[in-house]
Structure formats: structure tokens, C-alpha cells
């Protein structure tokens, strides 16, 4: 299996890196070419208008990749565009498979990655070793779309708890609970979560804002949540109260801040624990 790397950033980087290590003929190309011999064009881009400028057009790979070449999509991306792409990669004689990173705290605490896919069962199973060598674990959502709807799903619930458990802290701080007590409260009860478990013992309570996700991408992510939201006429419901409370007016992080600066909000009147500084 010959492999194409699109994509100079950091998930391009650890993409090409990993399946160096796993074996793969794996070459990094520039995003203006398709080389003639490759079998799997992976795109490490950022967002699906990305993906569109590469694929589409004269020049796109969808005209110059081989024919039966498997075309990957990292990005974090609009579902409906995605959808879209996926109907013209096949038509054009190609195999459609997404796969963007899913955001999970825990991940980045460990180094690892998880990816949620989106394809059809065939091209899955063809694509599995490599995916296998690029990441720690993925999950098969469903058909082109999917995976990035679920991608939305998990961003849109991570900017959720960060919210609603700085709050609870705030609430417990001031009926006399410690932070750390609160945090080891709700991690035995039903109120935990990936948040309460990792974003506040590792980031939140110590101060430590190094997750290496930035507010404005969980801005971005709920902007495109909303968006597909809107596109399906379901009823926003708290969906609308979490994205305005991530907007930037003045008491809210900037987009180059560490996404966990958030709870800031919430939490300026509660100490630092003491014991955090070792960590």
C-alpha cells in the first residue's frame, strides 16, 4: 500500500511519522499534485473547505489520483460538505474514508489518538492496518458524514462539562468543599466525565493550561455543530446557551488560550490546591 501524506501540520507530522515506523510507503507530497503511483491520499487538513480545494477542480485530486485510490479526511469537518465530497469522490471512481481526531482529553494527557470513522464497511476494512498505525484506537461511526457529525457531538459535550463543572465546583466551594473533594465527589458519582476526570485533576485545578487545545478551536468545532444543527431544523436547545457562553467577550479566554481557561470564569475565587504544584 502506497501512501500520500497532504499536510505539513502537526497531525500531518505524526500521521507520516507513525507509518514510517509502521513500514508503509508512505511519501508527504504538496497539496498541488498527485502522484501517479500512490494507492491512499490521506489529508492532515484543518477544515472541509480545505479538503474541497484539494479535491475539486481541474487541477483536484479527484481528477488526477488514480482511479480506485482511497481518499482520506482527517479535518475537523462540516458533515454536509463532507457528504458531498463523499458522493464525488465515489462517482469519480475513488473510495471515500474519514477519519478527524476525536478531542479526548485523555489522549492528550497520554499521547495518544482517537479517531471516529466514517465509510463504508469495505474500504474500512482495507484501510484498517493503517489506520491501526496512525492512532491508539478508532471506532467506526457509520457512512461518509458521520464521523464528523459524532466528531461535533463530542466537541459540543466536552464545552458543555467544562462549563457545568467549574460551576459545580464554584457551588461547592462556597458551601465549603475543597475543589480537589468536589472533583473526587462527582468521579464516584454520576456526574463524572472525561472533564472531571482528567481536564480538572490534570489542567483545571492545577492551573496547568499545556493541553495543546486552543479555544478557538472548540470555538470553531461548536460553530460547525451549530451550523449542522441549523441545517437539520432540530431545536437548539442548551446547544445555543454553551456556544454564547464560549464567546469572547472580555471575562472569556482568547482564541490562542488553552480551551480549559473557560472555567476561569467560574473559578477566580477558588485557590490553586497546594498540592498541585507537584504535579
Known amino acids: 500500500m502506497k501512501i500520500s501524506v ?12 507513525a ?13 498541488a499534485c498527485a502522484l501517479p503511483d500512490r ?26 489520483a488514480p482511479v480506485g485510490s482511497v481518499i482520506i479526511d482527517m479535518s475537523s469537518g462540516d458533515v454536509n460538505i463532507s457528504r458531498e465530497l463523499a458522493v464525488q469522490t465515489r462517482l469519480a471512481g475513488h473510495y471515500w474514508l474519514e477519519a478527524p ?5 485523555a489522549d492528550s494527557a497520554a499521547g495518544d489518538l482517537t479517531l471516529l470513522v466514517g465509510s463504508d464497511a469495505a474500504t474500512l476494512e482495507r484501510m484498517a492496518p493503517m489506520l491501526e498505525a496512525i492512532c491508539t484506537r478508532f471506532q467506526h461511526v457509520g457512512d461518509a458524514g458521520c464521523g464528523h457529525a459524532v466528531v461535533l457531538a463530542n466537541d459540543y459535550l466536552h464545552a458543555a462539562h467544562l462549563i457545568t463543572t467549574a460551576e459545580a465546583v464554584a457551588m461547592t466551594y462556597r458551601a465549603g468543599v475543597a475543589p480537589e473533594a468536589c472533583i473526587q465527589g462527582i468521579n464516584v458519582g454520576a456526574g463524572r466525565s472525561v472533564v472531571s476526570e482528567v481536564n480538572f485533576p490534570r489542567w483545571v485545578l492545577p492551573g496547568r493550561y499545556d493541553s495543546e487545545f486552543t479555544t478557538g478551536t472548540m ?6 455543530a451549530r451550523g449542522f444543527v441549523a441545517t437539520q431544523n432540530l431545536p437548539e436547545g442548551l446547544m445555543k446557551a454553551v456556544f454564547e457562553r464560549w464567546q469572547p467577550p ?12 473557560i472555567c476561569d470564569r467560574w ?6 490546591p497546594p498540592s498541585s504544584t507537584s504535579r
Open 101 to 105: 481526531v476525536s478531542h479526548n482529553p
Open 6 to 17: 497532504i499536510g505539513s501540520g502537526s497531525l500531518g507530522t505524526h500521521v507520516t511519522e
Open 267 to 272: 473559578l477566580r475565587d477558588v485557590p490553586t
Open 39 to 64: 494507492d491512499v491520499y490521506l489529508l492532515a487538513l484543518s477544515t472541509s473547505q480545505q479538503i474541497q480545494k484539494v479535491l475539486s477542480g481541474h487541477a483536484g485530486l479527484l481528477r488526477l
Open 250 to 261: 472580555e471575562q472569556c479566554p482568547a482564541d490562542d488560550d488553552d480551551l480549559n481557561r
Open 19 to 31: 507509518l514510517q515506523r509502521a513500514s508503509f510507503d508512505v511519501v508527504t507530497q504538496d497539496i
Open 219 to 224: 470555538r470553531r468545532d461548536l460553530r460547525l
